[in-house]
């Protein structure tokens, strides 16, 4: 019998402040304004016909896909899970008549729900699922290798399924891999264009049709500028779909994905002729440059960072000095908070402490595309670059190469958007953008040609060869031309940061390629 359609109304945004233990960050609890969730639902709905339908949304929140398909379709069968039971409690009091259940649709909280699925129903999934940067599945070992295996392709250096909806697709697609129904998810933009979901793309494109895309922007959801989408998919039945259709402020065109990206957008054709001509004029960038390393980053600001040089010696030598009896001592002279004495703490074990004043470095905090070109005065601090503070190599020191020893490096990101590149010109400097690389103007040889492996087996500098220029034989040809290496670097950061790349080349392919630089003819700028 049709449930009654009269859902109570629910500001899902005001739902967080009810639950203060959810951290919204780290379960990705951002909730959808019902105009997206409207449009969502309405591009979804009209992919499924007007046969028996089971409604499903995997991280239900508090129910607003479950209760705007209750209206549209008042005959559907709708399932939500949820993780956490007060929410899920709201779901049921909005939607009584959905199946709402509290589980982990990434632990096979799902399968008990969708087993109640009657035989000739088509599914219906539809949501907004989480968020989060990085998915706490990554340290759950089993769970990884049991999503993993949905994406039956190699994942080369740079690609991942790091985020929950990453997973929340995948599980989604398994299931209408096998059944009849569509799929219709908010998700952040990356999945389109990015480098690092390209397996995944190819993998739902094998297994499912791609009917719409609905490009958002940045800023539907209170809280976050992240730029989401709208992506729908259906079952494949055997017969050839359309091409896809993809909308962006109101004005829609079709495309059609193709390789080596698989990307979910049309490439403007002045893009495409322009990588193609690049391409053949020159070579990658990370070809032409061959050695860079990601930024620093510490891991312990509070302590290992200072605004002012002596400030930061004087507090790393009382550190030293403290013992386990006087460490909250310390950590309230300097105005370090409670809840750091744990790393206070865990950093004096081993080995004493001996402060050198060489390890001080400056160190740059790189603004990205606002610091285009070069870094203004107020960017600079200084580290202390120590390897027995700062764990897991991310002080980028490579056994006895110190690549931040020379004055000039080339900061630079790739296939990650806004492009941005800059100039350090300061002896043993370091910057702490984790997403922007640096390249040392001189390299020792064998890093330059063995790669900075070599590194692991050496001793000392001098088993690593001169000093050479950090450029390909065809680079080192072409900076010749321009009157040094580094006039080359110079020209390589005013080509990244000039109009063909910001507003023709990185639109198109600056999340998923790296950026050609042409080295016949005049560079352009």
Known sequence: ?????????????????????????????????????????????GHVGQGALTVVDPACGAGAFLAAAARHRPDARLCGLELDAGVARLCQARVPGADVRVGDALR??????LAGTPEGHAELWVGNPPYNGTSSVLKDADAYARLRALVPLAMPH??????????????????LATRPGALAFITPASLLESFIYAPLRRALLDALHLREVVDLGPGIFTGTQVRTCITVWTSRSGSEAPPPRYEHKGVGQCFTPEPPEWRLSPIAQEAAVLDADWRARGELLTTLIPVSLPGVKTRFDELLVDADEERLLARLRAFAAAT??????????????????????????????????????????????????????????????????????DHRLRGPYDPHRDAVKLLFNVRELPLSAALLEEPGCVHDHR????????????????????????????????????????????????????????????????????????PAFGASRVVPVPLEGSLPE
């Open 1 to 45: 019998m049709p449930r009654s359609i009269d859902t109570p109304e629910l500001d899902e945004e005001l739902l967080v402040h009810q639950f203060p233990g959810i951290n919204r960050k780290a379960v990705g609890a951002f909730y959808t304004p019902a105009p997206i969730v409207e449009r969502t639902l309405a591009l979804a709905l």
């Open 108 to 113: 096979g909280g799902l399968e008990p729900l």
């Open 158 to 175: 740079g690609t991942s399924l790091r985020d929950d909806f990453a997973f929340f697709l995948l599980v989604a697609m398994k299931r």
């Open 324 to 393: 386990d009896a006087t460490l909250e001592d310390f950590a309230r002279e300097f105005g370090l908070e409670p809840g750091l004495l744990p790393k206070l703490r865990a950093l004096k074990q081993g080995p004493a402490l001996e402060v050198d004043a060489c390890h001080v470095r400056p160190f740059f905090r790189y603004g990205g595309a606002r610091h285009r070109g070069a870094l203004p005065p107020e960017a600079k601090a200084f580290c202390y670059l120590d390897r027995r503070l700062i764990p897991r190599g």
């Open 435 to 506: 997403h922007a690389r640096f390249a040392p103007l001189y390299v020792p040889q064998r890093v330059r040609d063995e790669g900075l492996g070599i590194t692991r087996s050496a001793e000392s500098c001098d088993e690593l060869g001169p000093r050479v220029p950090n450029l390909s034989p065809r680079g080192q040809a072409w900076a010749e031309t321009l009157g040094g290496p580094e006039a080359a670097f110079r020209a390589v950061m005013r080509f990244l940061n000039g109009a063909p790349v910001q507003r023709v080349w990185a």
